[in-house]
């Protein structure tokens, strides 16, 4: 919605929230609409406590468009991001894939009221996924394959996955869709009912495993690495916050990601018991 | 003021667009989704609740179903129900949308079918069968057409709320006009979620206007009392 | 933690009071909050708009016309739009639905007076009233029961409406289903449902209660048709 | 002929509403059934066109039980007027008037006809067919109500205080339109009605139902304005029995004095007390005294042989000189029944 | 007292309800107000206590013009009863009783012991005060409405058509109890109705007033029956006006003869044609007839003295012996009238 010439709504809320002090006291953890965002702000949040930190916990806000407006105005002190993904949010064209690129352009474009703390190892990629079956049918293996039978495919995915990847999907593999759905958290299960053929699953999607699908090869690296990164309010971060979350970050691996979002996602255990589970383990709780 | 040349902004963004006017993903396209998922609700939930409005009102018996089931199926929350059938019948098919949106159109038809047949004025009722009208035709040739008024309210109410509540069907990968305002949000394209709203509600209004044309149509005048007094 | 997913029991058990936000109990109270105050609000804000209707009878057709259009504008976009006003607050959540309240409870205020029988009304003139007495102590005791009657739709549809709110991360009860939907799982599903549907019947038996203690004249009636 | 023969209806609650009631309604004549409110009225009258069954004893239709018969086809035959009129608020007038015909299957242009014939009838303005009950004034819709119980020109009519809603002066129009039809059309009429002046009009014979719904007394008006049965009777039956009891007795036989009348500009000097003065087109002008003949004084009249005793007698009162003036249909003097003329006939009618 | 003085109402919308209307109702008196639907009856009363304000003209009460008093202080002095009695539905019978008193800001046990003082003056149990009014019957309902009214002892009582409700034996019982109150109470009454034997047994004086607010006619009940002002007063009048005049003239006059009176068990032989058998305690049995001593003929009666004439001779009618028993109180006879001296009491009223 740029092109309105600034939007007002914005204006409005632009100013900081009286919470967002200047010392190490309090924070409101956000996150997005999904499971392992949840889990992140929630190992956020408890290490938080853990060192004192008054906590407000505001889960499952939405989509990053949602998230980091409220991050930029203060509703939201820190929000787990993904750093390629934040990337392409702020600057669509930007074409760094390793993680070392992406975390550079991010230090370029990230806007004055933000702040990002170190990169975790841990890592959840975007994908185009396809099932096992549509895979040894066609036998498809890369997106570079895909390009060549994009066009009787329907594709489902988030409703913003569209706007952010259908210009750069065509530009660099030829990648068109006969139909785009938006078939958000259901996308798995849409592949596995045939009503979606190509759709965007994390890879750390526990329903990866579970539902026998299968990831393309992107390799003409058009998703850049995404690993988890802590997204800050500047005026409200305090040292506290910024140590503890580099702590976290740097314990956190993809594999351990993996194993957490299994809990969650076969065992139905609750987010926030994953998170203090793995904080106790990993002595920061 | 800044909030109204906004809006208005938006609204020339969104209509505005060529691009919005084709496709699958255009305004054309997303209106007829909406009208199938609306109308098919509608449609089923007439089906459902103006016969057994009917039955109930006419035998006087199972008051208490109505009134009970009516309560009940208000407090239901449509998107409760949307994500329980979803996780019961996969996201594919139409009906974990349809089924919500059909609880959520019975009551308002039930309970002013209901209260229409049962209001009727008893004398009406007796010099009906006094004349030698059978139970059917009493029903089809009196009650109806003198409670016709209030079983139009009933299904214009549930109409309304239908055709705002479809909406939500996009929240599960359906499409409909629900699409624009959640699409829009996800991306903080606000002149999609406004331009999806104010179609919403043109289409509201619309079905309000049909339903006061049909009412005009069907209901007699000696029963709206329309004509003035000679 | 056990194998494979728990039963509806353990997980109740479980997520009752983890002292987290989105513990059952916080969302219940969350909920109850995102609920009763659109309620109060819409009555508090109905009456004089109500009162002046009847008072102005010219008022009602705008003011009804206009109530007709709010209560057709879907919930959902009203909560996106608002969020860049109010913010990730309850407030996003209570506006809307304060609109939707005064929607049904507007008519039900004017209804309630009309409902005063014409010649009540004249002999309350006829023995001297003045207009506020004769307002507050003989046509709006009167309307207590059609009013009534509204804030019980009121209620009910309040309660099981704040759930949409889910949608932007302030749904009470509702984030059962979207984390639900989004971690595919029956038993928070059902679980919101139930608290939700049994909140409303409460909501509603209490409301049928007060009626029973304030408008005692009604209930007499109906004990003896 | 309709027969109640022993018939009792207990409501399923235990009450009875009536009990063992036998009775006949004669063909071709108005049997009306009155009582105080909740004696059970409707209650039998519905009882004929089964809109309720009886619980013990039956009824009878010119012989045949109306058990036997299939209750839609049976109400097809009797007209019913009830109090409201009932009518089709949805159907034109005239639509509501060929109701029956329409059940019946007749032609559409005929049952129409049929409607417009008796609209006309019962004295509506065939320009309302077209109109809308609540276009029509109380009045009215209960002569449509009439006139829908008759389309189907069925030989028995219900009536269930057809008149009751509507103010006293239509009423009374529409009590005299009833007479004038039955007069034309000899149809068995039940009427119920708690009006007991109402009855006693309309009736041919009256049945005076007590609450609990036995019958009091069935009796032309005549003898059960003289001769009531009982005291609950005669209680029902109110004040001004002996007055109302006057209606029924007939001015053909009161003797008429000619030579009491004088005309305008008489001066005085008869032998009689009083005289009455005639204009010149035979209208009574007022009485004048022997002793002050330029004083009129006024008079009461009746039509001879029309109106009855008690217009007579009222008629006497009126005036200082206790005579009433006996005038012909356009109001002509025909000559004065004196105090004496009068207290013959009624002596008369107390031995009849 | 009130006084009209040259009275218009004028409706927005051009219709003159009331034109140029001068009377007086006098205090301690019933005035009431007659006439068709339509003839400003209603806007007439409600000028009184400016419900409706006049366009023309005033209204004075004991000389003050009602313009010049704040409506509610004025109201609040004046009891105003309507024809559905308008209880408040929501408070109890005594306290809708009580609303006047609570208004003028009376002690609230003072206030309740006055309305439980008046329900009983209006025949009403006091156990029915804690009810609600839906709870009553029509009737007990108009009691209320009469009790409301008086509560805080008004001087002035308008009533428009407070009785027109209920059915005819619970109005009679009303009207009965309103005259024993007035007795009671002497209050300034306004009454209207458009029942012209309403307004006869209740007026001191009658207003009848024709379409349009025109007085027709004021004058007392009597008056207005023998004398009626013009075509359109006799017409509204009605049938039986020479009868119901008899009701204003009294039976104490009557002659009676004691001669005529026999014991039970009497065999006959008298000089007359006709005897009245008496029981021993001294109530009627039935009149013998000289040439059939055995057969028992019907009777009518009047309490000498209370009853009118009216009644006199409607007992008269009754019997075939043309004559009345005159009864006292404790219905034991007291003579006879025969048709004789009914007559002379009959030519004597016509007279007066
Ligand atoms: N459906 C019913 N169930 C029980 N009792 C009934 C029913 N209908 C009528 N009754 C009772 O039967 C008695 C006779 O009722 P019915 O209606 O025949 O009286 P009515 O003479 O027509 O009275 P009204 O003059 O008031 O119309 C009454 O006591 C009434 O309460
Ligand atoms: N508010 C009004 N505006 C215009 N005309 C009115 C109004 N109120 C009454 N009228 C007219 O004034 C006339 C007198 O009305 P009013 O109510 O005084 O009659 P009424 O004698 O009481 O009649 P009823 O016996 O029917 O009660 C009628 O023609 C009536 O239609
Ligand atoms: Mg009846
Ligand atoms: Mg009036």
């Not at chain 1, 979350?245 to 299994?262: G, R, V, Y």
């Not at chain 2, 929350?77 to 329980?84: A, K, Q, R, S």
């Not at chain 3, 709110?165 to 919101?192: E, K």
């Amino acid at each position: 919605g740029g092109s309105t010439g600034g939007n007002p709504l914005d204006t409005t809320s632009a100013a900081p929230s009286g919470s967002a002090s200047g010392g190490g006291g309090k924070a409101v953890v956000g996150s997005f609409d999904f499971p392992e965002s949840v889990l992140l702000a929630s190992i956020y949040a408890q290490a938080l406590e853990a060192k004192g930190v008054q906590v407000d916990e505001k889960p499952n806000i939405g989509t990053r468009e949602v998230v980091i407006d409220q991050v930029k105005s203060g509703g939201l002190t820190i929000v787990p991001e993904y750093n390629g993904n934040l990337l392409a949010f702020l600057d669509l064209k930007n074409t760094a894939a390793t993680t070392d690129e992406v975390d550079t352009a991010l230090q370029q474009k990230l806007p004055a009221e933000l702040e990002v703390l170190d990169s975790s190892p841990a890592e959840d990629k975007d994908s185009l996924s396809i099932t096992k079956d549509t895979q040894t049918k066609q036998s498809l293996n890369t997106m570079e394959d895909l390009a060549k039978v994009s066009k009787d495919m329907t594709f489902g995915g988030p409703p913003e996955f569209k706007e952010r990847w259908e210009a750069r999907l065509k530009e660099v593999y030829g990648i068109e869709f006969k139909e785009w759905k938006s078939t958000g958290a259901t996308t798995a299960d849409a592949l596995k009912d045939g009503s979606i053929q190509v759709g965007n699953v994390f890879t750390t999607d526990p329903k990866m495993a579970a539902n026998n699908l299968v990831a393309l090869q992107d390799t003409k690296n058009i998703f850049p690495a995404q690993n988890v990164t802590p997204l800050l309010n500047k005026a409200a971060a305090t040292d506290t916050i910024r140590t503890t979350l580099n702590d976290i970050s740097a314990k956190l691996s993809t594999q351990s990601l993996l194993d957490m979002m299994q809990k969650i996602a076969v065992n139905k255990d609750e987010p926030a018991t994953v998170a203090k589970e793995w904080l106790t383990t990993n002595g920061l709780g | 003021m800044s909030w109204l040349i906004a809006f208005f902004d938006w609204l020339v963004e969104f209509f505005g667009d060529p691009a919005r006017w084709s496709g699958p993903d255009g305004i054309p396209a997303r209106l007829l989704e909406h009208l199938e998922f609306s109308a098919l609700a509608l449609a089923l939930a007439v089906l459902i609740a103006v016969p057994l409005g009917l039955l109930i009102g006419h035998t006087g018996r199972g008051e208490v179903v109505v009134v009970v089931s009516a309560n009940l199926a208000r407090a239901l929350p449509t998107l409760g129900l949307l994500v329980m059938f979803v996780l019961l019948l996969g996201a594919a098919s139409v009906w974990p949308v349809i089924i919500p949106l059909v609880l959520l159109a019975v009551p308002p038809i039930l309970v002013n079918t209901f209260e229409g047949i049962k209001g009727v004025d008893p004398e009406l009722r007796d010099a009906a069968y006094g004349m030698g009208l059978r139970g059917g035709q009493v029903l089809g040739r009196v009650l109806v057409p003198v409670a016709l008024p209030l079983i139009l309210l009933g299904c214009r109410l549930s109409a309304i709320q239908v055709v705002a509540t479809t909406t939500v069907a996009a929240y599960t990968g359906l499409g409909g006009l629900g699409r624009f305002i959640i699409d829009g949000f996800a991306t903080k394209d606000y002149a999609r979620v406004v331009g999806g709203s104010v179609l919403i509600v043109l289409f509201a209004l619309v079905v309000q206007i049909l339903f006061a044309l049909a009412q005009r149509v069907t209901v007699s005048p000696g029963v709206s009392r329309r004509l003035k007094v000679r | 933690m056990g194998d494979g997913p728990p039963s509806i029991w353990e997980w109740i058990a479980r997520n009752w009071d983890t002292g987290r936000v989105d513990s059952i109990r916080n969302l219940l109270t969350d909920h109850l909050t995102m609920s009763l105050v659109p309620i109060l609000l819409s009555l508090v804000v109905a009456l004089p708009l109500g009162l002046a209707c009847v008072r102005w009878r010219w008022l009602y057709q705008p003011t009804s016309g206009l109530m007709n259009i709010v209560y057709a504008i879907p919930s959902l976009p009203i909560f996106m739009l608002l969020i860049s006003v109010t913010g990730l607050s309850q407030t996003t959540v209570i506006i809307p639905l304060t609109f939707y309240g005064m929607a049904v409870l507007i008519p039900a205020v004017v209804d309630g007076l009309g409902s005063v029988p014409d010649h009540v009304r004249q002999s309350a003139v006829a023995m001297g009233f003045t207009p506020l007495r004769r307002l507050l102590a003989v046509e709006l005791p009167i309307a207590v029961p059609v009013v009534l009657a509204g804030l019980r739709v009121v209620a009910v549809s309040s309660i099981s409406l704040v759930s949409v709110g889910a949608l932007i991360g302030q749904g009470g009860l509702g984030s059962l289903f979207t984390r639900a939907y989004q971690n595919p799982f029956m038993p928070p599903v059902i679980v919101g449902i139930v608290l939700i549907v049994a909140l409303a019947l409460v909501a509603d038996g209490l409301l049928v209660l007060a009626q029973r203690l304030l408008t005692p004249w009604v209930r007499a009636r109906k004990g003896r048709a | 002929m309709i027969t109640f023969d022993a018939v009792t209806k207990r409501y399923p609650d235990g009450t009875v509403a009536v009990d063992g009631l036998s009775l006949e309604a004669p063909t071709g004549e108005i049997t009306v059934f009155v009582g105080p409110s909740g004696c059970g009225k409707t209650t039998s009258l519905r009882m004929i066109n089964r809109m309720i069954d009886a619980t013990e004893g039956q009824i009878l239709l010119d012989g045949v039980p109306v058990q036997g018969i299939d209750p839609p086809t049976l109400r097809r035959g009797i007209g019913y007027v009830i109090q409201q009129a009932g009518l089709f608020p949805h159907r034109r007038i005239v639509d509501n008037v060929a109701t029956v015909p329409y059940l019946l299957g007749w032609d559409r242009r005929k049952a129409r006809a049929r409607a417009m014939e008796l609209l006309e009838r019962v004295g509506l303005d065939s320009a309302l067919a077209r109109r809308y009950p609540f276009q029509l004034s109380g009045g009215q819709q209960q002569r449509v109500g009439v006139a829908r119980a008759l389309a189907a020109d069925p030989p028995v009519l219900l009536m269930d205080e057809p008149f009751s809603a509507v103010d006293p002066v239509v009423r009374t129009s529409l009590q005299d339109e009833l007479l004038r039809l039955q007069a034309e059309l000899n149809k068995t009429i039940v009427f119920v009605t708690h009006d007991i002046d109402e009855a006693i009009k309309l009736g041919d014979r009256v049945a005076v139902l007590r609450v609990g719904g036995r019958l009091a007394q069935l009796a032309d008006p005549k003898t059960l304005l003289s001769d009531p049965a009982d005291d609950f009777v005669r209680e029902f039956l109110g004040r001004d029995r002996g007055i109302r009891r006057l209606q029924f007795v007939s001015t053909a036989g009161l003797r008429l004095r000619t030579d009491l009348t004088v005309e305008e500009g008489f001066g005085g000097g008869t032998a009689e007390p009083w005289a009455l003065v005639v204009s010149a087109d035979g209208a009574p002008v007022g009485w004048v005294a022997d002793a002050r003949p330029d004083v009129l004084e006024p008079f009461g009249t009746f039509v001879h042989g029309r109106d009855s005793m008690r217009s007579a007698l009222d008629a006497a009162l009126l005036s200082p000189s206790g005579c009433a003036v006996g005038v012909d249909e356009n109001g002509k003097v025909v000559g004065v029944a004196t105090r004496e003329a009068l207290d013959e006939a009624l002596a008369e009618a107390a031995d009849g």
